[in-house]
């Protein structure tokens, strides 16, 4: 079974400083894991996604994630926050391919990213 | 943006009553997911549909029931709504239900919020 936790319901930065927002995961196989950001009152969009490859993933707007086996972690971070990041993030993890059917996604509880000036 | 629209975008009702929510895809794409989201919860994964006719059950399904009729509409039917069904649900689409290929990336609608006294 999967699951994911997502440390820290609200995280709050200063335009320009570091964004890092905490995602951890228990996988029985090899998981697939995703990003995805919620801007309010839309639905949620793709940010990144690892699927075995490279261990760096890099993301739309600046966003990059690594996955870490050994730590079971698959942190998100943008060196530079700008106040159009403020949103809602998702992690959510996946528990590999299958041969037809489906593999859910199990998404955390999110992450709400507030920017000040 | 991928072609996901659903109605309605706002719904009040009453407990008891019978309540549809429709999403509707111009992709083409075969596979189509209901979730809720709820805070504290993130997003879970009520029903799902594999094609026309064929759906499966999610995580959180007791209480609801879908139709897939057609490749571009899936319906969501709470049968006799309580408030505990008051949510924002989401509709979502993908290519394939295998993650980790290059069509698993679930595209979202905007959402219906949900208000059931």
């Known amino acids: 079974a999967q699951s994911v936790t997502q440390l820290g319901s609200h995280v709050s930065v200063s335009e320009g400083a570091l964004v890092l927002l905490r995602c951890n995961y228990s996988?029985?196989?090899?998981?697939?894991l995703f990003w995805y950001v919620q801007y309010p009152n839309q639905g949620l969009q793709l940010l990144l996604k690892y699927t075995s490859a490279a261990t760096l993933v890099k993301g739309i707007n600046g966003f990059e994630a690594e996955f870490k086996k050994s730590e079971t972690s698959f942190h998100l971070t943008k060196p530079s926050a700008h106040m159009s990041d403020a949103a809602e993030y998702f992690c959510?993890?996946?528990?590999?391919?299958?041969?037809?059917?489906?593999?859910?996604?199990?998404f955390g509880a999110g992450t709400r990213l507030a920017v000040h000036p | 943006d991928a072609g996901i629209t659903q109605s309605p975008r706002h719904k009040v009702t009453e407990t008891g009553t019978p309540v549809t929510l429709r999403c509707h895809q111009t992709?083409?794409?075969?596979?189509m997911y209901w979730y809720r989201q709820d805070p504290g919860h993130g997003l879970r994964l009520i029903h799902y549909s594999y094609g026309v006719k064929d759906t499966d059950k999610g995580e959180v399904s007791d209480g609801y029931s879908v139709s897939r009729s057609k490749t571009e509409d899936f319906l969501l039917t709470l049968e006799s709504a309580t408030s505990s069904q008051t949510s924002v649900y989401f509709c979502?689409?993908?290519?394939?239900?295998?993650?980790?290929?290059?069509?698993?990336?679930?595209?979202f609608g905007p959402g219906t919020r949900l208000t059931v006294l």
């Open positions: 992709e083409n794409h075969r596979y």
């Open positions: 979502a689409i993908s290519e394939s239900g295998a993650i980790g290929g290059g069509t698993d990336t679930q595209y």
């Open positions: 959510a993890v996946s528990g590999g391919m299958r041969t037809g059917g489906y593999n859910k996604l199990i």
């Open positions: 996988s029985s196989v090899p998981p697939y």
